[in-house]
């Protein structure tokens, strides 16, 4: 991992209104995860902006939380390209898509988008049999399944967007996937326009002119990362 400050064990119970919001503790109650945070071997990180949290390939040996902040989990191709993959808000894990496999590296990278706080849940403790018998296991090895569950769909939808071919056609899609997310047509992008060129495996340049096509032909109109979708119908026969 990259540069980090620790956080210290004796603040970790002051975390716990912020983990009860993480999807990894839903249905636990606020005070089982007091005690929760006593036998997991819990530790807690802040970074700065561009730290590197995690690097692919590495050593895996804890699954992460982020508690504050904003962090990207990218991949990086041989010739120094990288993509994507997601956009990491308070609450989100990351790491846990191979927690329950044999692999023991990192299997992508994760960079720090602003000061962040990270919390790192210990793999074995996670996995492995409590030695306290804690009532609360069998509940949170459910939420991760399903949280893996999830996050697999969300890269099947990052796929979709790999096989549509035209620039309008990605955009349209994701527009109005936004647009469905929202209920609103003006919505601001959850990620700055370098980071959705690269969601999208395209140019931020020619992405930036198609942008400035449809808007020309009255499908959107957009203000740095704010859009507002003008013609819905045509988007959709676009993306279709």
């Known amino acids: 991992m990259g540069q980090k400050k620790k956080d210290g064990c004796k603040n970790l119970a002051e975390k716990t209104h912020l ?3 993480c999807a990894l503790f839903q249905g636990i109650e606020p005070l089982v995860i007091d005690e929760m945070l006593f036998c997991l071997d819990l530790k807690s990180f802040r970074y700065k902006k561009n730290d590197t949290i995690a690097l692919a390939g590495e050593p895996l040996e804890s699954i992460g939380i982020l508690l504050k902040g904003e962090a990207l989990v ?3 191709t041989a010739a ?3 993509a994507i993959m997601i956009l990491l808000n308070p609450g989100d894990l990351f790491g ?3 927690v329950f496999s044999k692999n023991s590296s990192w299997p992508a990278t994760v960079i720090a988008q602003e000061e962040s706080e990270v919390l790192f849940i210990s793999r074995r403790k996670l ?6 018998s804690c009532t609360w296991h069998q509940k949170l090895i459910e939420n991760m399944l399903r949280i893996i569950s999830e996050k697999a769909m969300m890269l099947n939808k990052k796929v979709e967007y790999l096989t549509i071919k035209s620039m309008r056609g990605k955009l349209s899609t994701y527009f109005l996937e936004q647009y469905r997310k929202t209920g609103a047509t003006t919505f601001r992008l959850p990620m700055k326009r370098n980071e959705l060129a690269d969601f999208l495996n395209v140019s931020r340049p020619s992405m930036s002119r198609e942008m400035a096509r449809m808007r020309e032909e009255g ?3 957009f203000h740095l990362e704010t859009i507002r979708i003008i013609n819905v119908e045509a988007l959709r026969e676009i993306g279709e």
Not at 127 to 132: E, M, R, T, V
């Open 80 to 82: 120094g390209h990288r």
């Open 19 to 21: 983990l009860a919001e």
């Open 96 to 98: 846990e898509m191979v």
């Open 219 to 221: 499908l959107i109109d």
């Open 127 to 132: 996995l492995g049999q409590c030695d306290n």
């Open 74 to 76: 990218l991949k990086e």
